[in-house]
């Protein structure tokens, strides 16, 4: 590795692509640990979403083993579009609303959704540069 410590644009997408798949996993996972999958069902449900609890446990399971499976390599378009899409839902019911800062001036805010949105984008689209290529 003759550019230590940096490495090559297709080598940090693949260190992006492994890190927001991991992401998600813990995403998912802490849900589904801490027991508030069928709270999530439920703000589902009263954003008019039918079977909102069932909605809510096939979001986390595909956080988790999508997210694994993301970080793995494989299905890199298909994820990384669907968490992408998840992301857009998120900040459209959950985080515009609150403003756009995550903490300081506002709470919960869309920023940090959008900067992930942008990077599951960016991940799809890159799904096959090849990693051993030199910028």
Do not use: K
């Not at 096959?128 to 290529?133: E, G, T, Y």
């Amino acid at each position: 590795m003759t550019n230590f410590p940096f490495l090559s644009t297709a080598q940090w997408l693949v260190v992006l692509r492994v890190v927001i798949g991991l992401y998600m996993t813990a995403h998912g996972a802490t849900r589904a640990a801490v027991g508030t999958v069928d709270d999530f069902g439920g703000f589902l449900a009263a954003q008019g979403l039918p079977m909102g609890v069932l909605v809510a446990w096939g979001i986390t399971i595909n956080e988790i083993v999508g997210g694994l499976t993301l970080a793995s390599g494989r299905f890199v378009r298909v994820l990384a579009a669907a968490f992408a899409l998840e992301h857009g839902m998120g900040i459209i019911l959950v985080h515009a609303p609150r403003g756009w800062f995550t903490v300081g001036h506002q709470s919960g805010g869309a920023e940090y959704s959008v900067l992930l949105l942008l990077c599951f984008l960016l991940t799809a689209s890159t799904a096959r540069v090849d990693v051993s290529a030199r910028d």
